[in-house]
């Protein structure tokens, strides 16, 4: 994703106030084409672009689901799941760890794969 420069970068190199530059992000946002990230940057957002914002425990908990497993079966490694969600394995292992504390996995072991204990109650959303 092409990240925009901060409020910061736009007073300076623009030469205008910071009440300017946020409302331009405010439009921006208003108008979908950028949204905000950690630490006051901002991003641009492509057309037909569709990305889960849901919480990282949230989408592996999914995995059960789109992978088939059921309890009893071995859940992908942290790497696999890296890679798969492009985010560093200390990021999935913190989502794991979430995971294991609701009971829904096996706690991690050195050599040794993470178990499904019990599958996600799914509720249904009136979101559309």
Request: proline share 6%; net charge positive.
């Amino acid at each position: 994703m092409v990240e925009l420069p901060s409020a910061a970068e736009l007073m300076r190199t623009h030469n205008v106030s910071r009440g300017v530059a946020l409302r331009v992000f405010a439009q921006l946002r208003k108008d979908r084409l950028a949204e905000p990230v950690p630490g006051g940057r901002w991003r641009v957002v492509r057309p037909g672009q569709d990305v889960d914002r849901r919480p990282l425990e949230e989408r592996l908990a999914d995995v059960m689901a789109s992978d088939d497993l059921a309890v009893g079966a071995s859940f992908p490694s942290a790497t696999e799941l890296s890679a798969r969600f492009g985010v560093s394995r200390p990021t999935v292992t913190k989502a794991l760890v979430k995971l294991e504390s609701a009971g829904l996995l096996s706690e991690a072991r050195q050599g040794k794969r993470r178990i499904v204990r019990a599958l996600p109650k799914r509720t249904e959303s009136s979101e559309s």
